[in-house]
């Protein structure tokens, strides 16, 4: 008996009847020495058991030790028994192992079969059977994987196609479809695990460090030891609590409103552009992104001013000066301090955290030391005479209102002040500008920003209540004064104070129990605040960079080192701060960014008011504690305190979003992040068309909506093009496409993406409806029956002119016809175009991919051919070489075929072998290549729109002659003194002379003339018939350059149009002999319609006159116009054939101008009343 192995599905207790045996077969399996007759397990044991094959795969914590596919039944064989073989099945589980071992692939297989006879004599041990009971694998590779296609509940299954992804998801083709097999072809990297806080070693920080520890140093900066004691001087502790609280509403509510949206998925690097851009459009965060970025900058300046601020006045007490103590200083300072920065982020984000650990414990010492100090008292008469008393009932009292004084030539007031002191509040955006560098943004980014705002917010207040309680507003200084224990050094009457609340920015120094501790805690948060502002611009700028919605930019999006440090941004953000600390004037400095950062937050704000107010099903934010009505009051708060710090400045401010947001609104990037503005969009459109039923329908408010039978838009262009110039910024406009046979969803998807590309390309608003698995005239009965939405529904089908109606088959030219019956049955207007060129240009112009297309009698496959299930290689290669033949030769040969293949058929068609299976469809991998690829051309290429030679490509790319171009736009090109011939011949409710005013319009053919020609009653009634014309035209406020009425429409053709109209048809005609023989001139007829009798002549014959009349005065009067518009005549049903009546069209087109035919639906589109 063969060595296998046999295990059970299911409890010991409730047995299965059948068992089944797994037999290795990729491996030399040794034989038992002594194989028990009835199949029973062989006994035996050996220290190398499974669990060791285990241990030898991954090391200690469960890390695999190699890389490579290993083989399980070698090592299995090598020298185990066979009862410790046996138990392999209980021993790969999921206890203790890496989530990344259950997607490696072995290359051991098993072949599973059932066992009818019951062994029950195994020497399996209850403790093996427990184990496969109860930890039975269902994860590992090779086992419940292996039996079935489907895809088990898994995050790798929804992470984005352009991450890594860990897991496969088989497509529904591959579910659905028996004869396709998925291919995984997704692995995920070792050591490359999103999920961990290290990848291929890079740093990530958790809450505290990377959020709460950045927040507090940056909300903790210049303002808290340099100009909180100012503010308590000019605002009082009242006002001052009034600022504070003010401040922390506007950053409380953003910081709730980032939450929500930061609970709302995954956030990448970029921080507050990542979530603004993600949630409100990549115009909105482009413009944002930007100005945040400078205003990160520009505070990183700000806050080097401040530490240089500082340092000269510690200076100042010890009698240095560097030129002259001043702004001079401070400008030299700044700059080497600058630089500094600038090298410790260049080293890496490793020594910026361990800086920032070091700088928060000084600071914290800091706050400690002035909080201590303030309850020791004045240690001197000298820190008395400078006004600080200690704890004072009076002095708080006296400090509890507001005392705006004029500083440097500005009156200061409640929000100037404000202005000045809000950069305190922006630092709650610290940790989510490195939103890249956490361990887990969804968490850290709420509770470390929450929980730093409540922190200083509490320090502030404290730190306000001890400086109105102790310090004065004005001192004098003088130590005389303060030593025989009057308090007239407080008298500033006669003096200039230099000293207190208001005059100087050293009282958090002058408080404190030991003043080297607030000169160093001043130090360490201004440092540290200008730490992460260095690091912060550099990162939502690299972030905006690398999605390249600016042009220019997107040389700052390389990344450097492991953690992809933005080495270019550093530079450019130390440039920038250079120059602003060269200003060297905090309080110029501080109401600009003031503005930058609003913005930014009023943004924040009404992204999750929009998101709220939108409710895109996508909107599940984790963070619960937001409401959307309080987002828009601080985005609301946001604005009204830009304009009240400084409506200039807010002015400034808001044109540059503008002019920033309408920058990317002109440029269309390329991206598709799941807006609300998308969701928004769609909600009002789904409104909008809702509204739209509820409004009744007038005349005056008629719109030619209208289904175009173009196929794919780029076989016929100049179809599509003309029905565009009736549509454009007017009504709908939908490009109908049938295509023969069925197709997967995949191949719909990608004639759906080529229809959307060749529409952007060309600036056509329009839509593709492809309707499969029919022939034509079941296709297009169904395409006017569903297409559209609601009153948003085509009221006007337009068909290219089938010139091959003579030598095609007689389905499809019954097909063509009954596309016409149905449209009329369905109230539907009908419009035909000829042109002289032929509309279908599938045979003259490459694909906009540059892949091959192959042509046929029926139509066109767009698309390169992959191997059928029936077909050879040779026969594949043989289709690809016909195609190549039929395309190749000079473009004078294409131009030469181009009525050739527009007169084939100018129904679009996919040829039935090309889409009979699924297999037979373009590579899906390539389609996303294409479509992908494409956007990114089309990008580059909009300044080249208005050029034929860009758009119009022969096979292969090559250029194409100037007269072909000529004819592909001769609808889009600009006229010089053109001429429509409108032939008003019965009055279809209008629409005929509708449609040429509607072109006249059209700044292409603005200029043209408007020829009206009308048939008349009577010929002794000619003037006055002629005069109620004019007026019915007038009436109608349509300009024409001249009429014309037609008096003898009813005289007998001549001759020779006579012996035109029966070369038309000799090829249908059969005489009622004939008929009853059943012999004609077509042998194949099997259909009445098919052909044309004699009686069918006589009673049409009165018809057939006045259309060859028709066709004489086209000839006479029309043949020099640059367009002719014709009510088209009416196909009587039962009366007509369709031999009969397209040799009527034919008499009236052949050999003319662009041929427009139209019948109105009997409604009035036109009216003379207001």
Known sequence: MSDTTSFEMGSASDRPPNRFQVNPVNGNSRKSQNPPPDGADAGGGDSDGPHEVYRRLTNI??????DDTFDATQMLNKQQPRQQRQSIKSSFRDKDKPSRFKDLQTTTRFQVDPLNNESDDSNDSQEERELLDNEYDTKYGKSFRHFTREALPRLDNYRNMMSIQAAYRPTLDELHNATLVGKNTHSLTRNQDPESGIMNGMLKFGWIKGVLIRCLLNIWGVMLFLRLSWVVGQAGIIEGFVLILTTTAVTTITALSMSAISTNGVIKGGGTYYMISRSLGPEFGGSIGLIFSLANAVACAM???????????????????????GIQDVRIIGCVTILLLLIIVVVGMEWEAKAQIGLLVILLVAIADFVIGSFIGPKSDEKKSRGFLGYNATLFHTNLFADYREDKGVQHNFFSVFAIFFP????????????????????????????AIIITTGTYLLMVLQCGGTVARDATGNFSQALNGSYDFLDCTNVVCEYGLQNSFQVIELVSGFGPLIYAGCFAATLSSALASLVSAPKVFQALCKDELYPKIVWFAKGFGKNNEPVRGYVLTFIIATAFILIGELNLIAPLISNFFLAAYMLINFSTFHASLAKPVGWRPTFKYYNMWLSLLGAALCVAVMFLISWGTALITFSVVLALYLIVAYRKPDVNWGSTTQAQTYKNALMSVQQLNNVEEHVKNYRPQILVLSGLPNTRPVLVDFAYMLTKNLSLLVCGHVLRGSSSQKYRNYLQERATNWFRKHRVKG?????????????????????????????????GYKTDWQTCENKELEQYFNVMHKALDMYLSVAILRVPQGLDCSLLLGSQDGSWKTANSSGLADVPRTLQPNESSGDLQATENNARNALSGSIDS?????????????????????????????????????????????????????????????????????????????????????????????????????????ISTRRTWQSCKLRVYALANKKAELEFEQRSMASLLSKFRIDYSDLTLIPDITKKPLETSTQFFNELIKDFVVNDKEGENGHSSKATLNDDDAFISDDDLVAVQDKTNRYLRLREYLQEQSTKSDMVVMTLPMPRKNIVSAPLYMAWLESLSRDMPPFLFVRGNQTSVLTFYS
């Open 894 to 998: 294409l131009s030469r075929n181009v009525s050739q293949a527009s007169s084939t058929s100018d129904l679009s068609f996919i040829a039935g072998n090309q889409v009979k299976d699924v297999s037979g469809l373009p590579d899906p991998l390539e389609v996303n290549k294409t479509t992908n690829v494409l956007p990114n051309t089309l990008r580059k290429s909009k300044q080249k729109h208005d050029d034929p030679a860009s758009l119009y490509k022969g096979p292969g790319g090559v250029e194409l002659p100037k007269e072909l171009l000529a004819d592909l736009t001769q609808f889009t090109r600009k006229r010089s003194h053109a001429v429509i011939d409108v032939w008003w011949l019965y009055d279809d409710g209008g629409l005929t002379l509708l449609l040429p005013y509607i």
């Open 767 to 799: 839509f593709y409806a492809l309707v499969d698995g029919e022939d034509f005239e079941a296709g297009t009965r169904a395409l006017m029956q569903a297409s559209g939405i609601g009153k948003l529904k085509p009221n006007i089908i337009l068909m």
């Open 61 to 66: 914590d469960g890390e695999l030790l190699e």
């Open 303 to 325: 806050y080097v001013v401040g530490f240089c601020e500082s340092m000269t006045d510690m200076m100042k007490v010890l009698g240095w000066q560097i030129v002259d103590g």
């Open 424 to 451: 305190a509040a922006t630092g709650i955006l610290a940790g989510a500008n490195i939103s890249g560098d956490l361990k887990d943004p969804q968490k850290s980014i709420p509770k470390g920003t929450i929980l």
